[in-house]
């Protein structure tokens, strides 16, 4: 037999139920720890974090893919290391801010009603999208540092527009708190150690994390890198190899030549022997990876641009240069003007005293100033020259 059931009643029975159960979080919940001031503090460092982060990342990404009339300059050498060294070493170092964070403000995943007005739904929506971008922000990149893609998508486009989702939702979210953060700056409510002891605890995690992985882009501290998985001065030639010639299908083979071809006026087929023979100059560059790495390294070779000139070309001409290895993301990569016009841009055939091992990118690779590694193409055997 089936029971008849008033539904009035069992409204007011769920009412009542959720009642008694907002009740019980709450005294389940009374940590100081989980505050208001505590949640704006980490809220803050935060928001100081993540707009470091999406600010050096457009600047890899467009650096990377610029639109046809952004140019990037040549100078300072050193620029791409010190903005993506701050990317990785801030994203690392975020990890335990967010995690320290979403501890002290999750009591509100319980909050009854989930949904009070439209407003409110709005809210917790920016806030879902801020806190599940953030995560996916943080596991990708965290994964991709260390070369491990164990997910269905490719990383930089996904990590790419994520950004934008995680950052429009941190203004939103950061205009709709400001109170909170203005609230900072009043003296703080009378409370034991507890909570200075906790966001101490937290700067102590995420220093932690900065100091061991800074050391694979600042070599003083290479010693302490501890969770790094490249280091300066270590690989072949004193230097780390991403992808290796193996990895890439790349062999040594005989007969080797550049060419160079497109919009110059007399094409070129330069053997070995014959970029020896042209002014050699040596450049001290380093190789600023994407995933954070970056290490410094003495190059020997030819100026790019002393093989470009001795084809014709135009001052305003762009590169494409193109590797031996078949197929390939980054099997080739595009040199603007202010990029091969700088001195210091080489087709290297020496890396630290000795002939570029295979894994370098023997027998010639690209090394150029202010560029990211994955743009520093090895095993160059194209230049194609385009307008
Ligand atoms: N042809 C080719 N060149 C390439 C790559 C590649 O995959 N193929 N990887 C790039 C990346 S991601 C980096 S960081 C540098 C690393 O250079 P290294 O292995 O000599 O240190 O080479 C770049 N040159
Ligand atoms: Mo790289």
Redesign the pocket.
């Known amino acids: 037999m089936l029971r008849r059931v008033d539904p009035r009643r069992l409204i007011r029975r769920i009412d009542a139920e959720s009642e008694h159960l907002t009740r019980r979080i709450a005294t389940v919940f009374t940590s100081r720890l989980h505050d208001e001031r505590t949640a704006a503090w980490l809220g803050v460092c935060l928001g100081v974090s993540f707009t470091v982060a999406f600010v050096t990342g457009l600047v890899s990404h467009f650096m990377q893919h610029p639109p046809s009339w952004m140019v990037w300059p040549s100078r300072p050498v050193g620029l791409y290391r010190l903005t993506q060294g701050a990317h990785v070493i801030c994203g690392m170092a975020t990890i335990p801010l967010l995690l320290a964070k979403l501890w002290t403000v999750y009591p509100k995943l319980w909050q009854w009603p989930p949904i009070r007005s439209a407003a409110h739904a709005a809210r917790r929506g920016v806030v879902f999208l801020l806190v599940g971008g953030s995560l996916f922000q943080l596991v990708t990149g965290l994964f991709n540092v260390n070369y491990w893609y164990p997910f269905p998508f490719f990383f930089t486009v996904a990590h790419y527009w994520t950004a934008y989702v995680v950052f429009g939702a941190l203004l939103i979210h950061a205009a709709d708190e400001w109170a909170k953060v203005r609230g900072l700056r009043r003296p703080p409510p009378p409370y034991g150690p507890s909570r200075r002891g906790f966001l101490a605890t937290v700067a102590g995690a995420c220093g932690l994390v900065a100091v061991t992985t800074v050391g694979e882009t600042f070599t003083p501290l290479g010693d302490l890198a501890v969770l790094a998985p490249r280091r300066p001065g270590t690989g072949p030639q004193r230097?780390?190899?991403?992808?290796t010639a193996l990895a890439?299908g790349v062999t040594r083979g005989t007969g080797w030549r550049l060419t160079v071809t497109g919009a110059v006026r007399h094409e070129l087929s330069l053997s070995l022997d014959d970029l020896r023979a042209m002014p050699r100059h040596v450049v001290r560059l380093p190789?600023a990876?994407?995933e954070g790495w970056s290490a410094e390294a003495t190059w020997a070779g030819v100026r790019l641009r002393d093989v470009l000139r001795a084809a014709g070309v135009e001052d305003d001409v762009r590169v494409r240069v193109e590797?031996l290895?078949k197929a390939?993301l980054?099997?080739t990569s595009q040199v603007d003007p202010p990029h091969w016009h700088d001195p210091l841009t080489l087709l290297a055939l020496e890396v630290n005293g000795e002939p570029l091992s295979l894994?370098?990118?023997y027998p010639c690779r690209l090394i150029a100033p202010d560029r990211p590694?994955?743009m520093?193409?090895?095993?160059v055997a194209r230049l194609e020259v385009s307008r």
């Open positions: 230097l780390p190899v991403n992808k890439a190789i990876c994407v590797s290895e390939g980054y099997r894994d370098h990118g590694g994955v520093q193409t090895k095993w």
